[in-house]
Nanobody, 125 residues
């Protein structure tokens, strides 16, 4: 199983980026998917997730209303649309997925079995 994240870069505050995560080796539709991020000097933290049944989508308070997570099962790809970027959004963004994530654990890193390598997003002020 491999997850390949891409789409990061250096942008100015207030602009947008879309991150992609292509999953190979497993069927995306039967798994829950999520994005986490790790800022310099900080622990990795939850950003957004979609439960495998598609019925629950969860966002961290810091990105709610600005970021949108979505999935394209036909392309086995997860997206994170990031609008209104702020300097505090600067981080390495990781995609994650797993078959056994229950809805109450969507924000828990330990719930996800597979992780991508991360893509760096830098937001300048």
């Amino acid at each position: 199983v491999q997850l390949q994240a891409s789409g990061g870069g250096l942008v100015q505050a207030g602009t947008s980026l879309r991150l992609s995560c292509v999953v190979s080796g497993r069927t995306l539709s039967t798994n829950s998917v999520a994005w986490f991020r790790q800022s310099p000097g900080m622990d990795r933290r939850f950003v957004a997730a979609i439960h495998r049944n598609g019925g629950r989508i969860l966002y961290s308070d810091s990105v709610k209303g600005r970021f949108t997570i979505s999935r394209d099962n036909a392309r086995n790809t997860v997206y994170l649309q990031m609008n209104g970027l702020r300097p505090e959004d600067t981080a390495v963004y990781y995609c994650a997925f797993g078959p056994s994530v229950i809805q109450s654990n969507l924000a828990s890193q330990n719930a996800y079995a597979y992780w991508g390598q991360g893509t760096l997003v830098t937001v300048s002020s």
